[in-house]
């Protein structure tokens, strides 16, 4: 079937993160005395990784039949359905396959985060990633009181390549013992080569580090990119942890599960002992995401080849107008990694800049990602074009008027 995806959907009143906690999430502003130039209902929401695309009717139905059961109690996964569905779709797409034993799960990626930091590390050991990075790196790591150490990205001309004498350097420290790897690379969108991955892999091996690979948007590449995981080049170390899940991919970030394959079985079941949800899951969740994994691919096809357009119609734009801003289409993700850095005075707060100015809502700089992200912007571009043509323009006219 073909999916509607120039569809603009309303979701107010929905209790919509995207819609209803912007301010709280990136003005730290929860009781809305910030006053902007835009109303509300005037802004156009292009931060946070959430599409505004309708989930697809397959994932839909599943939830509407299991929900029909009429019994809705305590669930986690105890027959193969699920982790046969998930496992066929890793083999399928990726070549990439793990123990029965070795899958475990969580209310979402962030949550398990925040979980191995601790199970992995002691009070005086380090933290390794590279940057900039998604905020919830370091959050993970402030909430179990672990150091970090940065690993910065070099970037040029749009391009973001890794700093391998540099990540060497940090992992070589007596106290690193994790490095939480982002494969593909958020906020940046880089898909990393067999290469550059087993290059990293190596590293983690000559310090004996644990590595925590979330491969969250690994689903969402530009037509022709492949995505390799991280534990197909890595594939006998034991002290690898892949994260994925279809959340981001399909749309269903709301219905909370992530898939983490642990291969210690020491770590893993410090994992599972220390679940916060006492190993419980949501059943609507599981039947949602089995049908993702089972019946879901022409769909996530034909919204990754919208989002190719998106991309290529950003580029042209920003090419045409600001020359001088730095953009290269992302090899994944539906999201764009901008630098307004040439075209804005020096200092600019680009979040409250483009809210007060644009009436376009985004996360970027330092505040919201973390370290080497000074005059960055991500923009969100799973949405309909229409939205991405009005906010622009907007963008484009703040620009010229700053």
């Known amino acids: 079937m073909n999916y509607n995806f120039d ?220 995505h390799i995981p991280m534990a197909r080049v890595m594939k006998d170390y034991p002290k690898m942890i892949t994260c994925m899940s279809a959340s981001k991919c399909f749309n269903i970030a709301g219905l909370q599960l992530a898939n983490v394959i642990i291969r210690d079985p020491e770590i893993r079941e410090k994992f599972r002992a220390n679940d916060k949800l006492a190993g419980f899951l949501n059943p609507l969740s599981i039947a949602g995401m089995q049908a993702a994994y089972e019946h879901g691919e022409d769909w996530l096809r034909q919204m990754t080849e919208y989002v190719d357009e998106n991309f290529r119609y950003v580029k042209s734009f920003l090419d045409e107008n600001f020359p001088e801003v730095e953009f290269e289409i992302p090899d994944a993700t539906y999201l764009a990694w901008v630098n307004f850095g040439k075209v804005l005075p020096a200092g600019t707060d680009v979040n409250d800049f483009f809210a007060n100015n644009a009436g376009v809502l985004i996360e970027g700089g330092d505040a919201l990602f973390v370290d080497n992200a000074e005059g960055f912007v991500r923009l969100n571009l799973a949405m309909p074009r229409s939205l991405i043509e009005e906010a622009m323009d907007r963008i484009a006219d703040a620009i010229r008027r700053a």
């Not at 779709?89 to 979402?108: D, K, M, Q």
């Open 7 to 226: 569809q603009i959907i309303d979701r107010s009143n929905t209790n919509a993160l995207k819609k209803d906690g912007w301010r709280e999430y990136i003005f730290k502003d929860p009781e809305g005395k910030k006053v902007f130039n835009f109303s509300d209902e005037e802004f156009i929401h292009m931060w946070v990784a959430d599409m505004e695309f309708r989930t697809a009717d397959e994932i839909i139905d599943a939830i509407k039949c299991r929900a029909d059961h009429g019994i809705i109690g305590y669930t986690t996964v105890y027959n193969d359905d699920y982790p046969n569905a998930f496992a066929s779709w890793c083999r399928r797409r990726y070549g990439f396959g793990f123990g029965r034993e070795e899958l475990c799960y969580s209310a979402g990626i962030i949550p398990a985060l925040f979980e191995l930091v601790g199970d992995i590390c002691g009070p005086d050991d380090k933290v390794v990633f590279q940057t900039p990075s998604y905020g919830f790196f370091k959050h993970a790591s402030t909430y179990n009181g672990r150091e970090m150490l940065f690993n910065r990205m070099k970037y040029s001309g749009g391009r973001w390549e890794m700093n391998f004498d540099d990540l060497a350097e940090k992992c070589a420290d007596p106290s690193a013992k994790l490095l939480v790897f982002c494969n593909p690379q958020n906020p940046t969108g880089r898909v990393w080569t067999e290469e550059e991955l087993a290059r990293v892999g190596q590293i983690a091996v000559d310090n004996d580090m644990y590595i925590i690979s979330d491969e969250i948007h690994c689903d969402i590449q530009r037509s022709g990119v492949q």
